[in-house]
């Protein structure tokens, strides 16, 4: 089995395995299988990154088409690369520590599944903002990050500060979003493409750039 086919297998077993607890979110112990799988997720995700490094491997992607225009094709693209492979155990670690302080801060806390539900989905939008290998998956990524920013920042909407906060995101990613989509148009009208690859290879564009750093910086904000 190549190297490139493993990692792609490895990180679809991955999600599955943080889907899974989604299947049946009104089971009384929903939050730990939540736990449960994030942490299976976890160390199964170690699997392709020790590969990688072992074989000094740098990139692996893959195209699947979504919907066919007459003028253009959109493509679901997945890129795994040395980025990607670092940053999915590390998400996975962070969530699973998350998991486990909410399971005791929230024990008392009546609607601990679907806190644990908006974080199951915040962690797969995270998994497909990181693992696109095109603007159209990006973005599928970005917007779910987005809302479930808002849904968990604003968790505890009764306390002002955290309704404030949960504004605050949504506004900043709305911003984000302008910028975003400015620079995808752009693309597709001049680029004729939206593939990572693509872009990091063109020249640079000031108005690419604008459009970029603003998303970018809306985004971190």
Same mark, same amino acid.
Request: charged share 10%.
């Given at each position: 089995?190549?190297l490139h086919l493993?990692?792609?297998?490895?990180?679809?077993? #991955?999600?599955?395995?943080?889907?899974?607890?989604?299947?049946?979110? *009104?089971?009384?112990? @929903?939050?730990?299988?939540?736990?449960?799988?994030?942490?299976?997720? @976890?160390?199964?995700?170690?699997?392709?990154?020790?590969? /990688?490094?072992?074989?000094?491997?740098?990139?692996?992607?893959?195209? @699947?088409?979504?919907?066919?225009?007459?003028?253009?094709?959109?493509?679901?693209? +997945? *890129?795994?690369?040395?980025?990607?492979?670092? /940053?999915? &155990?590390?998400?996975?670690?962070?969530?699973?520590?998350?998991l486990?302080?909410?399971?005791?801060?929230?024990?008392?806390?009546? =609607?601990? =599944?679907? /806190?644990?539900?908006? +974080?199951?989905?915040?962690?797969?939008?995270?998994?497909?903002?990181?693992?696109?290998? =095109?603007?159209?998956?990006? @973005?599928?990524?970005?917007?779910?990050?987005?809302? !479930?920013?808002?849904?968990?920042?604003? %968790?505890?909407?009764?306390?002002?500060?955290?309704? #404030?906060?949960?504004?605050? $995101?949504?506004?900043?990613?709305?911003?984000?979003?302008?910028g975003?989509?400015?620079?995808?148009? %752009?693309? !597709?009208?001049?680029?004729?493409?939206?593939?990572l690859?693509?872009?990091?290879?063109? &020249?640079?564009?000031?108005? +690419?750039?604008?459009?970029?750093?603003?998303?970018?910086?809306?985004?971190? $904000?």
């Amino acid at each position: 089995m190549s190297l490139h086919l493993l990692a792609f297998l490895v990180t679809i077993l #991955t999600i599955w395995t943080i889907s899974r607890p989604l299947t049946n979110t *009104q089971s009384s112990s @929903f939050h730990l299988d939540t736990k449960t799988s994030v942490m299976s997720a @976890f160390f199964i995700s170690l699997i392709p990154l020790s590969t /990688f490094i072992y074989r000094g491997q740098t990139s692996a992607s893959s195209d @699947f088409k979504w919907l066919d225009l007459e003028i253009y094709s959109f493509t679901t693209s +997945l *890129q795994l690369d040395k980025y990607s492979l670092i /940053f999915i &155990p590390v998400a996975l670690l962070v969530t699973w520590s998350i998991l486990e302080f909410s399971i005791w801060y929230m024990q008392i806390d009546p =609607n601990i =599944n679907q /806190f644990f539900k908006y +974080l199951l989905i915040f962690l797969l939008a995270m998994i497909t903002l990181v693992c696109a290998g =095109n603007l159209f998956l990006l @973005f599928i990524g970005w917007e779910g990050v987005g809302i !479930m920013s808002f849904l968990l920042i604003g %968790w505890y909407h009764t306390r002002s500060d955290a309704a #404030t906060a949960a504004l605050q $995101a949504v506004l900043y990613n709305r911003a984000g979003d302008i910028g975003f989509l400015f620079a995808f148009c %752009w693309l !597709m009208k001049n680029a004729q493409s939206i593939h990572l690859l693509t872009i990091l290879s063109m &020249p640079p564009s000031t108005i +690419l750039l604008m459009g970029f750093i603003t998303a970018a910086a809306s985004k971190s $904000a």
